[in-house]
């Protein structure tokens, strides 16, 4: 099992700036991808950003440029969201997520965080 502790989030008005925080723990596979997700109120989840755990990282069209996603610490189970330029639109609940493996499919590798919200009012 693994378990994930978020930290961060909070009200900002639009151009502010927030930073998110997850840490693991548990089995974790030395080959992975921790990463951040988010829903807004009527929408489906959808992928923010997610790094390997050699630093390969990808990111939603809407947030490229704007959101910088880092591991950090020597074990590199703690993953953070950098998020500058915030708009009313990133208005949704975050969630973090590891993926044990890299070519691994399966919810079963899956876990995930009980959320952050994070709210931009403009």
């Known amino acids: 099992q693994v378990q994930l502790v978020e930290s961060g989030g909070g009200l900002v008005q639009a151009g502010g700036s927030l930073r998110l925080s997850c840490a693991a723990s548990?089995?974790?596979?030395?080959?992975?991808?921790m990463g951040w997700y988010r829903r807004a109120p009527g929408k489906q989840r959808e992928l923010v950003a997610t790094i390997t755990n050699g630093g390969v990282t990808n990111y939603a069209d809407s947030v490229k440029g704007r959101f910088t996603i880092s591991r950090e610490n020597a074990k590199k189970n703690t993953v953070a969201l950098q998020m500058n330029s915030l708009v009313p639109e990133d208005t949704a609940f975050y969630y973090c997520n590891l993926h044990n493996g890299l070519t691994t499919r399966g919810s079963e590798y899956d876990y995930w965080g009980q959320g952050t919200q994070v709210t931009v009012s403009s």
């Open positions: 548990g089995y974790i596979y030395t080959l992975n991808t």
